[in-house]
């Protein structure tokens, strides 16, 4: 099962694209983990994923995302790549969301 939950903060404001069959959403989100390393220090780690919406999660997400929001995001990983214009694939993670919501 291809399933993933996340937790964080909008990083940027939501693009939206509007084709002749739908929409696409598409923004980033930060997640930040913390713990304490051997030093017994506190270390944070974020990490910025490529969340992607279609349709009418895209419409909830017009309404719902702004940057520096939290937000809670259920979806897939997909992974893509292409060839840019140098000649070098470019590789690509991103969610796909199926749920998109308010964290409070």
């Known amino acids: 099962m291809n399933s993933v939950k996340l937790i964080g903060n909008v990083g940027s ?59 809670q995001i259920e979806g897939k990983l997909n992974y893509r790549n292409y060839v840019n214009k140098e000649n070098k694939t470019v590789y690509i993670t991103e969610i796909i969301a199926y749920k998109v919501s308010e964290e409070q």
């Not at 509007?18 to 390393?37: C, H, I, P, V």
């Not at 910025?48 to 929001?69: E, F, T």
């Open 13 to 71: 404001d939501l693009n939206l694209l509007t084709f002749e069959n739908g929409k696409k959403a598409s923004f980033s989100l930060a997640t930040t983990e913390s713990y304490k390393n051997k030093q017994n220090e506190d270390v944070k780690n974020t990490t910025w994923h490529n969340v992607v919406a279609w349709g009418k999660i895209a419409d909830v997400c017009n309404d719902l995302i702004s940057k520096g929001k939290r937000v």
